[in-house]
């Protein structure tokens, strides 16, 4: 391992960590970071930043892109260095990406043969409709021409690739309310919410294979709510419905699925669909990125905006050096050897 840089690297990651950027306060950040790259950045609006190349010219486009915002604060702020590690919140997820991009943007591979961005934008751990970076592609079009985006999701420095899309839905059960003694004159909407979700408790995982890669449909009730009190039977009962669904399938299609398994229980409301992302085919830079690290390559089974970049005709995978196990955890955090291996990849992949 480079001394220099390790020490380099952590201590930038352990800087952008003690700046609270939880979503919809990353002004902060954007400022810390603009700051850091000095005359190489510029203030993008709207929380955005962008450094380096961002428009193609005459030879490819690469872009390297990472979101300012973390989940909110679970007693893991300040940060700090410790036995090899930068402890704290979003060192996996994802200043750790952060601080390889801003290194590469200030010390550029003098023997590149690709032109390199770097977008730096916010809002991604809110819905898809609040993203940062939808917007910022309308205003930059430049970005819109990158032959490859690699977004630095956390991946342990494996690549994977496209994105599964993400359906958040609500489900209302009703019935009619009555006194808990005579409940055989009311309809007890829970009882009816406790049928539905038994039935989509047991559904197994679809595969779906895409691009030689299997992705898991799946669909999880995450909260429950009902009641008025102990001698009441409840006329409503509430669900919230998440589902993850393979590239491949439009957003149409998976609605359409989900309504098909909890319409005839109760009614359903879409309350966001945020669409999968595709996985690149033959695109040179992919393989020339996979060569560059011999990195694995698995599905993506989560949303990420790589999925933002596919809508936009760019083709995006994710690479970076946080470890997903660590991601949105109290003790979360990022090996330095992470790191260091990181900006290694990145830069005989942008030399080769």
Not at 197 to 204: D, G, H, K, T
Not at 305 to 323: I, L, Q, R, T
Request: include cysteine; hydrophobic fraction near 45%; proline fraction near 7%.
């Amino acid at each position: 391992m480079t001394d220099g840089l390790a020490d380099r690297l952590a201590d930038r990651v352990l800087e952008l960590v003690d700046v609270p950027s939880e979503s919809r306060e990353e002004a902060a950040l954007a400022a810390r970071v603009l700051a850091m790259l000095g005359d190489r950045g510029r203030d993008a609006g709207d929380t955005c930043v962008l450094a380096g190349v961002t428009e193609r010219r005459d030879r490819p486009l690469v872009l390297l892109a990472g979101h300012l915002d973390t989940v909110p604060a679970q007693g893991n702020l300040p940060g700090a260095r410790d036995d090899g590690w930068v402890t704290g919140l979003g060192a996996a997820d994802m200043k750790a990406a952060l601080g390889v991009m801003i290194e590469l943007a200030l010390d550029p591979p003098p023997a590149a043969t690709v032109d390199v961005g770097y977008v730096f934008f916010g809002r991604e751990e809110l819905p898809f409709g609040d993203s940062a970076l939808t917007p910022l592609l309308d205003r930059e079009p430049g970005l819109r021409t990158a032959d490859l985006v690699v977004v630095m999701e956390p991946t342990d420095n494996a690549l994977h690739a496209g994105c599964v899309g993400n359906i958040n839905a609500t489900w209302t059960f009703r019935g009619t309310a009555g006194h808990s003694a005579r409940p055989w004159l009311a309809d007890n909407a829970i009882h009816r919410a406790a049928a539905g979700i038994a039935e989509l408790a047991v559904l197994e995982p679809v595969d779906h294979v895409f691009a030689g890669l299997t992705f898991r449909e799946v669909v999880s009730v995450v909260t429950v709510s009902g009641g008025v009190a102990r001698n009441v039977v409840p006329d409503t009962c509430v669900a919230e419905i998440n589902m993850r669904y393979a590239p491949g399938t439009s957003a149409a299609d998976a609605e359409a699925r989900l309504r098909a398994l909890c319409e005839p229980h109760g009614e359903l409301v879409i309350d966001g669909n945020a669409p999968s992302g595709a996985v690149p085919e033959a695109n040179p830079l992919v393989d020339r990125l996979v060569a560059a690290g011999d990195l694995e390559t698995a599905p993506k089974q989560a949303w990420t905006p790589v999925a933002e970049f596919a809508a936009a005709g760019v083709d995006a995978v994710n690479f970076g050096p946080g470890a997903p196990r660590f991601a949105h955890r109290r003790d979360e955090r990022v090996a330095e050897a992470s790191l260091v291996r990181s900006h290694a990849i990145l830069q005989r992949f942008l030399c080769a």
